[in-house]
């Protein structure tokens, strides 16, 4: 087979040529990093489960009219994406305190937040990713006014959507972290969702036990991250029947 070129290779996913100009596959890892990758460990399955996830959120926020990279998966491991130039700024969506807020601010986890909130963090491995306001983003060019408010618009309808979905399967949506890019279409330009959504940039809570369903089970060492992420996945229904033997709707009663 002839060798892929390969663009970039990040701690979860490695970005390779696409098949036409303008596309990329993006491939999911089984890697698992924390702490900006000081804590590291190969967990068998996870990427697969990413891959399967990330598509079921991107299509549904598609569907919506949220633009996205996304164009289709093409196997267990892959997807093929539309080639953006990646905004550098990370954006976290807060619903409940927990994770850094929490320690910075000092309040309990599991506090909810007087309403969602969202940060803002300069994309750079070597500085830890700083947190950065809007007057950082602006002031060092790395988005535009109008890029930004783009982009909280859509976090916003992002958050509704996905909190919504996911008290539907008894879970809640804690925080997330999404990431933009730039994607050119003649002489027009316009910001879409990149990267991805997946149990690896969210907290996801059980409703009933509290029980976390993210990547929180690798940072804090609690194990079972591939049977909570597989939860998440059959409780969206995208796992294959044989997968996850489940009744799918109400059933004729005879
Ligand atoms: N559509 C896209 N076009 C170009 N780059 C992308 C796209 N979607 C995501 N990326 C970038 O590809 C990388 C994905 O790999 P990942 O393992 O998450 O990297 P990192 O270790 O930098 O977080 C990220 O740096 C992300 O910003
Ligand atoms: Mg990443």
Redesign the pocket.
């Known amino acids: 087979m002839k060798q892929r070129r390969r663009i ?8 390779y040529e696409g098949p036409e100009p303008g596309t ?1 596959v ?1 491939f999911f ?1 089984d890697d698992a ?1 924390a702490f900006n990758a000081k804590k590291h460990d190969v967990i068998e399955g996870k990427g697969v489960l990413n891959n399967r996830i990330s598509e079921h959120i991107f299509t549904r926020l598609g569907a919506l009219g949220i633009p996205t ?1 996304f164009i289709k998966r093409l196997n267990m491991r892959e997807q093929l ?6 905004v550098p700024i990370e954006v976290v969506v807060r619903n409940v305190a927990a994770g850094t807020i929490s320690k910075r601010l000092g309040l309990e986890e599991g506090t909810p937040l007087p309403r969602s909130i969202i940060e803002f963090y300069y ?1 750079n ?1 070597e500085l830890d990713d700083p947190m950065v306001s809007e007057e950082h983003i602006t002031a060092f060019g790395w988005a535009n006014p109008q890029e930004i408010d783009d982009m909280m618009a859509m976090a916003i309808r992002i958050n509704d959507f996905l909190s919504g979905m996911f008290v539907g399967i008894g879970i809640q949506l804690v925080d997330f972290k999404i ?1 933009f ?1 730039r994607l050119f279409e003649n002489d027009t330009m316009r910001i879409v969702l ?3 959504i997946s149990p690896d940039s969210c907290r996801l809570w059980d409703i009933n036990s509290q029980e976390k369903l993210d990547k929180d089970r690798f940072r804090r060492d609690l194990g079972g991250l591939v049977e909570a992420y597989t939860e998440v996945a059959r409780r969206l229904g995208i796992l294959n029947e044989n997968d996850a033997p489940r009744p799918s709707g109400p059933k004729l009663v005879k």
């Open positions: 970039y290779e990040g701690k979860a996913k490695i970005l990329l993006q890892k990093t990279h994406i539309r080639e953006v130039e990646i994309k491995d990431e890019g990149a990267d991805e």
